[in-house]
């Protein structure tokens, strides 16, 4: 059974850096993609950051392109989200997420994703 572990979040200046991990287990990846999503109350999930796991190649939205980076470590089974210039409206509860037989064109769609983490929150003050 496919498992995500997020960890990292926290409680952050404006300005400030964190860096999220997402941890897999379960099974090899080989063929997935792998995403970072975040949501606020009463929000949809949107989508941050996607990277494939067997190949080179990443992906990100424009509210967080230039800030954000995605990268993965296949050997841990670890993928990360380093997220620079923090500002107040990244407050949000940040999910990873697993989808198989990965595709680009769909690498933004939440509903594409088979797995979830079960979020790890990050506040940015002002």
């Known amino acids: 059974q496919v498992q995500l572990v997020e960890s990292g979040g926290g409680l952050v200046q404006a300005g400030g850096s964190l860096r999220l991990s997402c941890a897999a287990s379960?099974?090899?990846?080989?063929?997935?993609?792998m995403g970072w999503f975040r949501q606020v109350p009463g929000k949809e999930r949107e989508f941050l950051a996607a990277?494939?796991?067997?190949?080179?190649?990443?992906g990100y939205s424009d509210s967080v392109k230039g800030r954000f980076t995605i990268s993965k470590d296949r050997a841990a089974n670890t993928v990360y989200l380093q997220m620079n210039s923090l500002k107040p409206e990244d407050t949000a509860v940040y999910y990873c997420?697993?989808?198989?037989?990965?595709?680009?064109?769909?690498?933004?769609?939440?509903?594409?994703?088979?797995?979830w983490g079960q979020g790890t929150q990050v506040t940015v003050s002002s």
């Open positions: 990277i494939s796991w067997s190949f080179d190649g990443t």
């Open positions: 997420a697993a989808q198989s037989q990965f595709r680009w064109g769909s690498a933004f769609r939440e509903n594409a994703y088979d797995y």
């Open positions: 379960g099974r090899t990846f080989s063929g997935y993609g």
